[in-house]
């Protein structure tokens, strides 16, 4: 890529989450809670990844060995929240910046015009658009959170890591006295990684070494998803199975063609 | 007729009954697509094919392939006001027509594509100067404007209208500034075209349309000015046959049609060349390097075909044509070069819109196919639909071809 | 011919005046409906109690933040029936109040001036510093509540502070403008 | 002046002119769009002081402290609260869908009584009352009369049931069949064990898991869950298919489904052949070993299980190596099984000296009662209830005239649906206590809906699978949203209108004195918190083999090896539990290659697929003895070759329309059997044709 296209961005904070494969059973309960915490109304036709808004889902891998040699892993797909995202600098209407400290790329509802560009740019498919407009059976729109506006139709919305938890971690540091900007590593985590009951989503400060995802990104068990593109996703996956660290990329596709 | 008066002196049209039951059956057609375009926005864009990844899909399709398609009327502008060969100055009344029916068809379709109209306007409120499409968006409106200029001293030669001696005067006024229309708008549309490729090229995310680049245009920004440039002529040309054809009117001098396919043909060797070019070092470097193959960019949906549809069939082939003065100068195949050429612009646009979403990028991910609904297919068609009512419109009563007169004595 | 004209100015003036009355005039009117307050409250009365005890009454002690930091902004029912669990004063406002919502356990439907939109977030504590009436009317002096006026478009208030005015605050205090700052 | 055509057209000039120098066109362009963030169609969001309510999840799964989040009072997300033990911060699907399962369409709304139309119409608490109380008067001392069955086999909700029955005369207290229960009555009563048995996953260093799911349904899943993420603990999973624990596991090892007893009888042929010798030695020893050396030779069990004999010998020697091995057995969906498995992972956990250790099996003291003489034998180890179900279908039970369902969706989550609904329809008059219109609801006769347990007082004892007794509450933190009555309360109030007394005032009392009994401190339980005990029974006497075990054991040794294919069944939380349906949030949970359309997918591998002749992605229909389904076919090379794996948890008939209309119910497929000697009556199922739907 151009240099030229490239953006870079300095933060102090670069919030990133490292999700462990090896420990993600597939159970379903980050999607679950992340739908309740983000106020993504349910639907009750089967998930339909096209049409549904969806902010986090779980994709099944497979080593594509015949049975018995069969090898199965999940992987929880979040926004990437990239260090180069290919999504905000299509945006006509500035609806989706990285522009705020701790490098977490927007997405603003009432902004966007629902033109699907960034949808188009995004390869990891995180970007969804509404459809419909959002229907909570009756009652059940009591549970509607305050952290985050519902979505009309005609626009498009994505994972925030649970921005507001940020938000509300910095008010309660304020009210203590403290800094907002020093966070303990407890005092911010998103829904998914903090009701993951395996513990395979860790969430922090990539750039704080008193964060262990701080650590675990740089374990040479390490990997993110389409890195040969550039977009230098703030999610990393950790797998010490071979298979799964390559379906990482294409770029080890490529090169086991040239092996064999 | 009741509407002799208004008829251009000298020439011969249909009569009115005939005229309004074509008008009638364009109608019917338009109101088909209203229907579709008021069922969009009442129940939302659920009721298209589009659908998380496919975001764009005929729509942009189609706009992408009018403008392309359009922009024979900044080129023969160009050509003819700029560079002044006189011979276009017969066919650049339809030149200007069609262009502005193309762009305000794109801009109807857009006002359905997205998923908030009412708040369209953010565009022009809240540009993002990084975005492509912002570019597009500013170009795209300011060359509507230049060609609505352009086309309002057409409309003021109206018999009628012309007997107002203020107008008369103003259409004179126009023709004079033509020119400097012509200058900005051949800047105007250049920039949107190429931005328009730009939009894809530069999306990194995308490894069948991402190219790299001068500064901040990556290839894709110059080819989808060249492709355009180069089909742009021959479908204006084929628009006036196809009035020709449907009148049983001689209109344009068969000698300014070939030029325009002349002009294309070149244009299209200088495209394909750089196209060409372009294929091979995107499918043997930047594929590789985002650790792609060349084979993993096609299935059984999406194939190779297009790809050898687009830059043989309907790139080499037409461009051979009408660069050979002898098949150029035969009718039937200057019309059939022109339509593989548009074709192969069309295949472009699809490939560039379609494919490039419905290939899965993660590894992990599967292709995805797109089939249009009716409401698609039904508004796009009105655009058509609308395009000939206004072409009819201007044919019956406005002097779109200066030569109609001379070409109808024997 | 020319008194022709003469007089087909004049139909342009009336126009153009005609455009700028309902424009400047009618057209807020018609735009905004004055929705008052569901009961009246005197914040004079409050802070400058008669009762000995209840002198040294502050803003704070209704409008405070609560211990995750939030703000709580227009008091709760609650807060109102510390006091007012019975009618203190024989004011008639305050009987209805007692009858109307504390006895019925309802909470008061109170309009928000600033009520801004579901999509924005606000953080008092981090605005800590500034005056309250930097961005609020003054009501320390208010005896009684001014009108809320609604905007039936949109639904909001007239008074809230629309975006550009955040923004230009920001900017002058060299605060960072990003979008995620104040929208969810 | 006469006003023309041109001085109209003047003043509409003038006014378009004068009308840009006003706010009108610009303020509602903006206000327009404005406009479209706030539809009045699209609900608003709340505002308001936010905290947090712990509770326990009691939705018939596994169950764990929860930290419910409020906003203004009302609860809004839910998520595990990291002070109770067995979730330590963690939470499952259903748990965390669990708030919003609370407004569920389903819900009922109040007391209801079907009319002779077979309608339901509402009905005042009060008559409701008065008329059950007409209705059990006259049943009063006769033995079959009154059945109960429940779903919560932790809270004391069953002893208030189980003294209400006792005192109408009546011992036919049933809890729905599930892992737990068995595995209890194979403990006690064919192995002599003392107490209920608890698993101490944290500090085995070796886990062996014999076809349970154990990250995604068995035992305390959370706990499961947080322990293998702590990642100090070895996990091997064996099965017929690579469920959720096999994803993560070291290692999978496939084997025929249901053929995990085999494996654990040749793992200890195995250990055997290596000297193994326990100390001190169980009762019927020699005969247990004599048994296992007779018919679990590496190549039996090979052909038994499906697996390598050097396979199972490396098994062996791993388990031999580890220090601290723990063998788990079970069902694939923790809903019962036979007590075949079960014994023979329990006896290969006593060889290896598994019991009352760190990281191996403890035996803990049942639950205290309060209620007289409910602290007699405890209920969970009387017979099932699909024992009970068979008993009554073959004359051996008189079929009971007022049924009671308590927590639990029998008509739809027990095995052979056809012979379980057959059974609800003899019955001439159930009454149940559920709080959503499932498929049992809509086939009893009077709805008396307990408030869901968010919204009431409800306590939890040990839930299976803790290595250690606790004791919690599940707080209410909202109040009922409907017209509901605590149920425990309502019998006791039913009891005292039939001159009976249960001993106490309310359930609220009950709770109380249990807290006391066990030497709890109600406030901290109140708060939240959880009261624990490492107490464990020592055993003696533990027996190894007799004429129950023979005959158990024999029996499987009459089964042939599969011909036809076999079936195995998996469930999973987001599907919800045997008594909630499909949790709203749930369904986005689910890979759309599991659910789409009508139909969800059964999965079998490439060369089974190629045996039956069927595509992938193809409709068929899956036939038993006992019944059939429609599903559709989904490759997956994690199936154990011959093999059909069904999800359960989907086919729902009744419940809202996430449940409804989403594939079929796989416990129609299963046949009911009972097991000779240990006579615990679970689903099987052989012969499964599938056949591509016409």
Known sequence: ?260 | MPDTQFIPEGVRRCPFSQFLIWIGFLGLILLWGLIAAALIWYKGLWVTGLDNYFGFGLWIVFDLAVIALGAGAFFTGFLTYILRIDQLKNIINLAVVIGFLCYSGAMIILALDIGQPLRAWFGYWHPNVHSMLTEVIFCITCYLIILSIEFVPLILENRQLKKISLLDHLAHNFHIYMPLFAGVGTFLSFFHQGSLGGMYGVLFGRPFVFRDGFFIWPWTFFLFILSAIASGPVFTMLIAALIEKITGRKLVDFRVKALMGKISGFLLCIYLFFKILDTWAWATGTLPKMGFSFDEMFNRHYGQGLLWAELGLCGLLPALMLIIPKVRNTPGLLYSAAILTCIGVIINRFVFTVQALAIPVMPFDQWALYIPTWTEWATSLMVVAYSALVISLAYRYLPLFPQEKALQKP | MSKKKKIGLLPFAAGFAAALVFGWNIFPQILYSNKGQPTTFSHTGHLNHTQKDLQDLDCVDCHYYRADGSFAGTPSLESCAECHNEPLTGVPSEQTFVSEYVKKDKQVPWNTYQGQPDNVYFSHIAHDTYECTECHQDMENADSLPPYYENKLTGYSRDIMKMHECERCHARENTSNACYLCHK | MALDRRGFLMFLAGGAAGSVLTPTAWKLTDDISIWTQNWPWIPRIPTGALDEKPSVLKLGSAEYGLKIKRVNKQPITASGNPNHPLSLGGIDALGAASVQLMYSPSRIQQPMIKNDQGQFKPIAWSKALELLAGLLKPLQGQTDALACVSGDSTGSSREVFSKFLRAMGSPHVYLQPADGLAQNRVWNDLMQGQGRLGFDLENSDLLLVLEPDLLDTWGATVKNQKVFGRGKTELIYAGALQNSTAAVARSWLPIHPGSSGHLALALAYCLFKQGLEPRPVPKGFREYREFVRTHYTPDQAARKTGLSAQAIQNLAQKLQQASRPLIISGSTTGEGAPGFPFFAGLSLNLLLKRINTSGGITCLPGPETVLDPAGGPSIENSQDFCGYIQDCATGKIKSPEILFVHEANPAYALPDTRKTTDFFDTVPFTVNFSQFMDETAARSDLLLPNPYFLERLDDSFTPFGSAMNNYSLSLPVTQSGVDAKPTSDLLIALASTLDHDLGVRSYAELLRKKCRRLGADWGRLTSGETWTSGKTLSQSGLTLWNQPIASMCRAQMTGTPQATPGLVLEANRKTGSSRTGLPPFGLKAHLEEELSGALAAVRINRQTAEQMNVRNGQAVTLTTQAGSIQARILLDEGVVTNTVAVPTGFGHTALDMFSQNKGGNANSLLSLSCEPGSGLCSGTAFEVQVSIAS
């Open chain 1, 1 to 260: 890529m151009s240099e030229s296209m490239r953006i870079h961005h300095h933060f102090e904070i670069r919030w990133g989450m490292v999700i462990d494969i090896d420990k993600c059973t597939g159970c379903g309960a980050c999607v679950v809670a992340c739908q309740a915490e983000n106020n993504i109304p349910p639907n009750p036709d089967p998930f339909d990844r096209m049409r549904d808004p969806h902010w986090l889902i779980v994709y099944k891998l497979s080593n594509h060995k015949k049975f018995p040699e069969h090898d199965t892993a999940y992987l929880p797909r979040p926004c990437m929240q990239c260090g180069n995202p290919s999504c905000a600098s299509v945006c006509p209407v500035i609806a989706t910046t990285k522009d705020e400290e701790g490098g977490i790329v927007s997405q603003i509802y009432p902004r966007c015009i629902g033109c699907r560009y960034c949808m188009a740019a995004c390869p990891y498919h995180s970007r969804v658009f509404n459809w419909f407009d959002p229907v909570w059976p009756e009652g059940m729109d009591k549970t509607l959170t305050p952290f985050v506006s519902t979505r009309p139709r005609g626009v498009v919305e994505k994972c925030t890591f649970c921005h507001h938890r940020w938000q509300i971690a910095k008010e309660e540091a304020r009210k203590r006295g403290e800094n907002p900007m020093h966070l303990d590593e407890q005092a911010y985590i998103p829904a998914c990684a903090e009701v993951c009951p395996t513990g395979a989503i860790h969430f922090g400060d990539l750039h704080n070494p008193e964060h262990i995802v701080h650590k675990l990104a740089r374990s040479p068990y390490a990997f993110r998803i389409l890195e040969n593109l550039g977009t230098e996703p703030q999610v990393y996956y950790l797998s010490r199975r071979d298979w799964v660290r390559k379906q990482g990329d294409n770029h080890f596709r490529q090169e086991e063609k040239k092996n064999s």
